[in-house]
């Protein structure tokens, strides 16, 4: 468990973060108080309003049942949006409402109430359940729908309108205990003008449609109008029926499920409201069983199996249908003693995005990522009685509500009738990443969760820009002795790939998203978590209904991902590496000549990223950087989108090449405005200024944090082969000089820790004056340089040496172009400024000089060589040698 330090106190955190949005006490109970009052005509009802939360629609209303003053029961609704009660319905005396569902309209309520058999009213015997259909707009007819001695259970449709409003009707489902499930189409019409009343109430019973049977185990959504339920015929087999705006359903899902065969002695109903009159106890609910699903096509199947008594372990597992496998996890709870563990050891699954929560009160969280799944360390791993939701009941009374539509999950506290909003705390992963030992469990592997919080909060969390800004803050103070994972790789592989994940399930399986896939040898510390075994198992006999017509958006990407899945599964090799562009990047260094075509071409794809660079107001910019050409990193950073554009065209050609060009242009682009941000950051916080830009002073210990943060960041980016803005090198190398000694400066050169780019070493040449020391750094710099580089850069310093070896390739060039075979005559006349009396000097200078006039000068642009320089030089360096001048 982690700890933070507030005011020199040492303070939990937790890992959701809960904001209340729905008490029953203070948003219904207190407003019921002031109605009994009002009808007992009485300033304040000091009685007991007893009130119990019956269903929540998809909408978001609360119906909710209470016994008030005159001894009724009466039904009423709460809606978020207006924060007003409205009353529904009375029973004219106290009822036991077991089940309770209102259609979209709220003009129907159908209700099942629970009856003791025991009692007689009149001659006739009571059934154990009575369901029931009322007219409330207004309240008028009650049509009896079943009379049974099974639970049943009551949920209305709530379909998006079509343009069928000429015939009003509502659809509901009644499921019960004996294990079948019937739809009613219930027709109804005007009256008066406003009246609703049921049209053909006798041929109800009559028309009910069987849509499921031999359940044991059943699930509604009502944001997605889907249901769930699972057979037992020799195997267990999971089923989904899909609910659409024109009334009609089908069965569009059929998944075997390896489960013991006593995982339901009883059936289970999940979603169905809340049945205050039947309930469970803890220890004979042998396996806890949901289903989760998010838009972009992913579906998970999380069940716990039923408790041994000879283990002392909790065991779960998560079917992945989006990636065509499960996940069986075994916990190792210890020395557990057995009534603790029958009572309190039933997970609790909480979806939150992408991520599932399993939680054992007391024992454990295990933060579980279903999209990232392949490696243990992507998932985050927390144990110790200190494990809190932050909820003020025990875990089995907590009920959770998913709504796929808004991405949002809620906890309901059954027994003080509390909703609570809950997503991840980003305070609680900050303080993973940041505890010391001193601060958490000294057995506990810190790389393993500290990888997970990172990417958490990368990808998932990530669209924050302060949350951003931290994490690299982070990063610049957290340099630890020993990683197991370069932190700034990771960090930049995940916020890459946070910006395109959504458009796919299957980029989790072609796009890199974590350092760990490009190490060799991965360390054990990211593979195991002590105490956790986890066993996966392939998928081989998921059936869609590619029949049905109506077999798009969710369904279809579904299919589409399982189905790539398999395909990704197959190919050797799907995952985009970074290390792919190094071969040919190599080459390209090497090779002194390239195709024009194949140049062209990358240099395009160069001015695409670029362009989508934000490089507006450069001027204001903290950090100097785009502002050269940098011609290394230009072919690197196109070279880097043609090979990644490649490759997803290879994998994912759903996708387009339009989107796919988009998307690789965009992922190459936030690569550089990635560094920018993460530099300009680091900036900011040494408050660097223009001057930790020259060249003639000596660097301060922010400068050299700077330096060393700057060059974690280039050891990231070779080590991935990926490109840097242009001007990193620069950048680098201007601080290197001011903060390392001039040995260890050109030491990093000639280990190729260091870049020698040309805006840097021109700087250098004319920024720095000609002392001694140095002079000799320059030579120092000089002899580095290659060839190409050293003929533009000798013209940038004014030296004797300098001038001695522009004349050497002056006369080495000119003699070479027009050698002694094309033939040449020197002419006689005697030229101004020559002098006579130096005869080997005046015989050469006339020879280039009749060369000239035959040819053009080669260096004719660089600051008017010609043969009076190649004299003057000359003179010069003769003076300096016979001492008779000072350098």
């Not at 709460?78 to 709220?106: G, I």
């Not at 916080?685 to 700057?710: I, N, T």
Request: proline letters at 4%.
């Amino acid at each position: 468990m982690y700890l933070s330090k507030k005011g020199g106190k040492l303070e939990y955190t937790r890992m959701l973060k809960l904001k209340r949005t729905f008490d029953l006490h203070r948003d219904v109970v207190c407003d019921l108080r002031k109605k009994e009052a009002s009808v007992c005509r009485v300033k304040e009802y000091s009685g007991e309003v007893d009130t119990r939360i019956l269903n929540i629609e998809c909408d978001g209303g609360i119906l909710y049942s209470w016994k008030g003053a005159t001894g009724t029961t009466r039904i009423g609704k709460y809606a978020p949006r207006t924060k007003q009660n409205k009353l529904l319905y009375t029973f004219d005396k106290q009822v036991c409402v077991s089940s309770c569902s209102l259609n979209k309209e709220e003009t129907l309520l159908a209700v099942s109430l629970a009856q003791n058999k025991g009692e007689v009213d009149g001659l006739k015997p009571v059934s154990k359940c009575l369901t029931l259909l009322i007219e409330i707009h207004p309240i008028n007819n009650t049509k009896v729908l079943k009379a049974v001695d099974c639970r049943v259970k009551v949920q209305f449709l709530h379909q998006e309108e079509t343009d069928r409003r000429s015939v009003l009707e509502s659809h509901l489902l009644l499921l019960t205990e004996d294990g079948y499930v019937d739809l009613y189409h219930i027709l109804l019409t005007r009256q008066e003008g406003y009246r609703v009343v049921m049209a053909y109430p006798e041929r109800l019973t009559r028309t009910a449609e069987r849509i499921a049977e031999d359940f044991c185990w059943v699930q509604w959504d009502g944001y997605t109008q889907r249901l769930y339920y699972v057979t037992h015929k020799g195997k267990f087999l999971l089923r989904c029926v899909q609910f659409y705006p024109n009334h009609y359903c089908e069965t569009v899902l059929e998944l075997p499920l390896e489960m013991p065969a006593n995982s339901f002695p009883a059936v289970k109903f999940v979603n169905l409201g809340f049945d205050h009159y039947h309930t469970e106890k803890p220890e004979q609910e042998l396996v806890k069983m949901e289903v989760f699903t998010d838009r972009i096509g992913s579906m998970c199947i999380c069940y716990n199996h039923p408790l041994n008594k000879n283990s002392k372990e909790v065991v779960y597992t998560l079917a992945l249908v989006h990636k065509g496998c499960s996940k069986t996890f075994h916990v190792s709870l210890g020395s557990v003693e057995m009534p603790e563990r029958s009572a309190q050891l039933h997970p609790l699954f909480i979806p939150i995005g992408y991520y599932i929560v399993v939680y054992v009160e007391g024992h454990f969280l295990h933060l579980i990522n279903t999209r990232q799944q392949e490696m243990l360390c992507h998932s985050l791993f927390l144990s110790g009685h200190d494990v809190d939701l932050g909820v003020q009941c025990r875990a089995v009374d907590v009920m959770v509500m998913h709504s796929e539509e808004k991405a949002s999950v809620s906890l309901l506290e059954l027994s003080s009738g509390r909703v609570h909003s809950a997503e991840l705390s980003a305070a609680h992963l900050l303080q993973i990443l940041r505890a010391d030992k001193a601060f958490k469990c000294p057995d506990c592997e810190p790389d393993p969760e500290r990888l997970a919080a990172l990417h958490c909060l990368l990808v998932y969390m990530g669209n924050d820009p302060n949350l951003e800004l931290k994490i690299i803050e982070w990063l610049c103070d957290g340099v630890s002795t020993f990683q197991s994972f370069d932190h700034i790789q990771e960090f930049i592989l995940a916020s890459l790939y946070r910006i395109c994940y959504e458009k796919s399930l299957n980029l989790d399986k072609i796009l890199p998203y974590s350092c760990v896939f490009d190490k060799k040898d991965i360390p054990k510390s990211l593979l195991v978590i002590p105490g956790v075994t986890c066993f996966t198992e392939l998928h081989t006999e998921t059936i869609f209904n590619i029949k049905a017509s109506s077999l798009v958006g969710f369904w279809s990407e579904l299919q589409w991902n399982t189905e790539r899945t398999k395909y990704l599964e197959a190919v050797p090799n799907p995952r985009y590496r970074t290390s792919h562009v190094q071969a040919e990047w190599d080459r390209l260094l090497k090779s002194n000549r390239r195709l024009s075509s194949h140049t062209n071409h990358i240099e395009e794809n160069t001015k695409k990223v670029l362009s989508m660079v934000d490089t507006w107001s450069l001027d204001k910019k903290l950090v100097p950087l785009f502002q050269e050409e940098d011609p290394q990193q230009r072919a690197l950073i196109g070279l880097t989108v043609d090979k990644l554009r490649d490759h997803l065209n290879r994998h994912l050609p759903r996708l387009g090449k339009k989107k796919i060009d988009s998307l690789v242009v965009n992922y190459v682009a936030k690569l550089l405005e990635l560094i920018r941000h993460m530099l300009e950051t680091v900036w900011l916080k040494y408050k660097l200024d223009p001057r930790a830009l020259s060249l003639s002073q000596r660097g301060s210990a922010a400068e050299w944090s700077v330096f060393h943060f700057m060059f974690r960041i280039l050891e990231a980016a070779v080590g991935l082969c990926l490109p840097l803005p242009p001007g990193f090198h620069t950048l680098l190398a201007v601080l290197a000089v001011r903060c390392l000694p001039r040995h260890s400066f050109l030491q990093y050169i000639d280990h190729k820790l260091l870049q020698l780019t040309e805006t840097f070493v021109a700087r250098l040449m004319t920024d720095l004056d000609n002392s001694d020391d140095n002079e000799k750094m320059k030579f120092s710099i000089l002899k580095r340089l290659p060839q190409p580089m050293k003929r533009t850069i000798v013209h940038m310093w004014d030296h004797p040496v300098t001038s001695a070896s522009i004349s050497k390739d002056y006369v080495h060039t000119l003699l070479e172009k027009y050698s002694t075979t094309k033939g040449f005559a020197l002419s006689g006349r005697e030229r101004p400024g020559f002098r006579p009396e130096f005869l080997p000097l005046t015989y050469l200078a006339k020879m280039l000089s009749d060369i000239e006039e035959q040819g053009t000068n080669p260096f004719e642009e660089q600051e008017n060589v010609d043969t009076r320089f190649v004299e003057e030089t000359a003179l010069k360096q003769t003076f300096i040698l016979l001492g008779f001048e000072e350098k």
